[in-house]
């Protein structure tokens, strides 16, 4: 397997603090970003950033790569903003979002997007979303399902690694049914590339993000 786990591949430790503060278990967080860390390129990443800072700040359209260490689109993180300050989540909590639509904003969040600690909160608050969207109990407290909550650990860090890899939806709280993210969670697309090669070898991101769960959670 090319993307066996060994030390150097886990996430730094300041990272792990941030998710440790927001609320989130970090073997979790890093176990859903792993196959992208473990993937990253500085030099590929260089070009996808130039050419995403070329026509996103100005406009908000253009190339929507992957960038950052944990390859983010502008796109997945424009949504996640704006799911964040449209939750209750954001209400309780000291990170806030300039949610317009301005070539001052589109740079402020690109300029977050090419810092590795704030990848770290932005996977931080995807989990605290997924866990009320996908969770077992309404906005009132109302449990209405069994929800990513009951399942397993590692269940919980496949279905998130699916949602992460192939987008989600933001459904009320406990209304996001873990079949929606089930159905995600056998793609084998993974690694994605720019270029047109074929023949390459295809992963599943889901059950590479749940392996380096087993594999850390199991380590002393």
């Known amino acids: 397997m090319p993307l066996a786990v060994n030390a150097a591949d ?44 070329g026509t996103y700040i100005p406009s908000g359209a253009g190339f ?15 949504r996640l903003e704006c799911a964040w300050m449209q939750s209750s989540l954001a209400q309780a909590s000291e990170i806030q979002f300039d949610t317009g639509d301005s070539p001052a904003v589109r740079k402020a969040r690109l300029d977050r997007m090419q810092c590795g600690d704030w990848q770290a909160v932005y996977i931080a608050l995807f989990l605290r979303l997924l866990y009320v969207s996908y969770g077992s109990f309404d906005s009132t407290g109302v449990k209405i399902q069994d929800g990513i909550d009951t399942l397993p650990v590692s269940e919980q860090v496949r279905l998130a690694a699916a ?17 929606i ?17 074929t023949g390459s070898p295809k992963y599943c991101y889901a059950f590479l993000a749940m392996e380096h769960y087993l594999e850390v959670s199991e380590q002393p």
């Open 181 to 197: 993210l089930k159905a995600k969670a056998a793609w084998t697309g993974f690694p994605r590339s720019i270029l047109p090669f």
């Open 10 to 53: 886990r996430a730094p430790m300041k990272w792990q603090e941030i998710w440790q503060a927001m609320g989130v278990d970090p073997v979790v967080a890093e176990s859903v970003v792993w196959p992208e860390y473990k993937q990253y390129g500085y030099l590929r990443d260089w070009l996808e950033t130039s050419a995403v800072s």
């Open 64 to 78: 929507d790569f992957s960038i950052g260490v944990f390859q983010m689109k502008p796109s997945f993180v424009e």
């Open 163 to 179: 949602a992460y890899n192939s987008g989600c939806s933001w459904l009320p709280a406990g209304h996001g049914g873990p079949d």
